[in-house]
């Protein structure tokens, strides 16, 4: 039975390729499960919710977007897959960093931005990413997320005819944002390089990029370990490498370097501001809010205009019980920035901690369609439970529910909470075993995050194929504490054999101690 369901396995996954699809970039052939049409697809929708995980988008001054928008699309004109759809933006979010979704939708943080020299090291870092999209790598990626699951999972996508099954889904925007292998980085080094040459900049300048990030990781400069260090990580011989690369085109090619400092400049003078953000950030980890206040002070000084200063501002005063003040801010961050979910989320959660649902729940919904997080879901599910919304409760707590921490914990709770009287089985397991007296022993065990009571397991003795013995009911006594086992002793018996696995045991019958709270 294992062999043939090994066969049929393999023959899902073979059945899923018709060739080997051919590199856009390299021309070389390479596996790949994700065709070009499904990466298209995944980008466009995970690229929305990838921006709002990693800051939103930054909107202080416009002119940042549509420059850096002008040297992509540049770029994109001239590389092998100019058919992509192809969308670049730039990330309010300190982190030094850039990402590719498949399909071409790509990101730069300006705490990158800052880093940069000029429009030829702008293009170097576009351009290594336009490379990720076109040769195809987080196909490649995922490709090898298929493959080590391949068996039950890659059965189950290909009956379905979704040869990517669920793994879009749980990866997530995240997953594109980590580390490519070592091939692929030097792959969108070289091309990169490539694209640059073709669209009219100087070469040298991604040699120029490469140094500027050795230098800065052997600084240890605060978020880059993180940030790009971990999904690019710069060494001396992708510097080398780069530079050897370069020689091998004819000398000159645009820097710009007057027009970066220019359309920067915004950017540049507001650095101070976010600064101060960042160390009010570790000041509010470090339970230091009156800290954090003094340093937002002085961000909010120098650029009233960003709300996620007076979001900050928010926690800092509800951590000292200022909850009129918390309100005030968040109200402040919603209106300077109604497009981003933390801020609609912060408010949400204040309302609801205070009581106020009918408010809580409008912002909560609109941090969740911005972006679905855990904790909004958890909350929204709360809210319809209170509601008795059933239905819609259990579909925030099941969102919820797959998160780790607290938050996940008490999505379980609630969820189990409201499935147990109708799906005791799905929580609570039973088996049999022949005891020393020779009459069975019903094992039971809660696998649920809450304590359950009044348990009662049918049992049922097949006695041939088409015959059985009578219902035989057993009830636990007291309370089933979560995670718990008891085995419990029947009066079934003795056994005239060793074989307690004809008895068919079902849990018909369970309630949950108390209401989750």
């Known amino acids: 039975m294992i062999r043939f369901v090994h066969y049929l396995a393999l023959a899902a996954l073979m059945s899923l390729v018709s060739s080997c ?47 850096v928008r002008e ?80 068996g039950v999972q890659v059965l189950g996508a290909a009956t379905n005819n979704n040869p990517l099954g669920g793994l879009a889904a749980q990866l997530g925007s995240a997953a594109w944002m980590s580390r490519y292998g070592r091939s692929a980085e030097l792959e969108s ?52 490498a780069n530079l050897a690369r370069a020689k091998t085109f004819p000398a000159g090619g645009l820097k710009n370097r007057d027009l970066f400092t220019r359309k920067m400049a915004r950017l540049k003078k507001d650095q101070p501001a976010y600064q101060a953000q960042d160390k009010a950030m570790k000041a509010l980890n470090n339970k230091a809010p009156r800290e954090a206040l003094s340093l937002l002070d002085t961000a909010v000084k120098l650029q009233p205009r960003d709300g996620s200063f007076w979001e900050l501002r928010g926690h800092a005063w509800a951590m000292l019980n200022e909850q009129t003040k918390a309100t005030q801010a968040f109200t402040a961050a919603i209106s300077k920035n109604p497009d981003y979910f933390s801020h609609h989320l912060a408010r949400g959660v204040q ?30 599910g709360n809210i319809a439970a209170s509601n008795n919304a ?27 909470a409201l499935e147990i009287s109708e799906a005791p089985n799905k929580y609570i397991t039973t088996a049999t075993s022949r005891g020393s007296n020779g009459n069975l022993i019903l094992h039971v065990q809660n696998r649920s995050a809450i304590d359950i009571i009044n348990v009662v397991v049918q049992i049922n003795e097949l006695i041939s194929p088409l015959a059985s013995g009578p219902l035989i009911y057993a009830e636990v006594p007291g309370t089933l504490k979560a995670g718990r086992q008891i085995a419990i002793k029947t009066s079934i018996g003795p056994l005239t054999d060793d074989n307690p696995r004809r008895f068919q045991t079902t849990v018909i019958k369970a309630r949950p101690a108390a209401t989750a709270q």
Do not use: C
């Open 189 to 240: 080094d070289a091309y990169g390089m490539e694209y640059m040459v073709r669209a009219g900049y100087d070469p040298y300048g991604a040699v120029a990029l490469q140094e500027k990030f050795v230098e800065l990781s052997k600084g240890r400069q605060a978020g880059f370990a993180s940030g790009l260090f971990a999904s690019h990580p710069p060494s001396q011989a992708r510097v080398t």
């Open 390 to 416: 059933k239905a819609k409760a259990l579909t925030y707590y099941r969102q919820a529910a797959g998160a780790s921490g607290e938050i996940g914990q008490q999505a379980k709770a609630k969820l189990a």
């Open 21 to 67: 699809s051919v590199n856009p970039v390299t021309g070389k052939n390479q596996f790949s499960l994700v065709s070009a049409g499904q990466e298209v697809a995944i980008g466009a929708q995970q690229y929305a919710p990838g921006q709002q995980s990693q800051g939103g988008r930054y909107y202080i001054d416009p002119e940042v977007q549509i420059y």
């Open 71 to 150: 040297v992509g699309q540049k770029l994109a004109k001239v590389s092998d897959r100019t058919g992509l759809p192809y969308e670049f933006v730039v990330l309010n979010n300190s982190v030094p960093n850039a990402w590719a979704l498949p399909g071409g939708k790509i990101a730069i943080n300006r705490g990158l931005l800052v880093h940069l020299q000029d429009e030829s090291q702008l293009a170097a870092v576009l351009s290594h990413e336009i490379v990720h999209a076109a040769a195809r790598h987080g196909a490649s990626q995922m490709t090898r997320g298929m493959l080590t699951g391949i």
């Open 351 to 380: 309302h609801y901690q205070q009581g106020k649902m009918a408010i809580a729940q409008r912002d909560l919904k609109k941090s969740y369609d911005l972006l679905p997080t855990p904790q909004s879901s958890l909350y929204l």
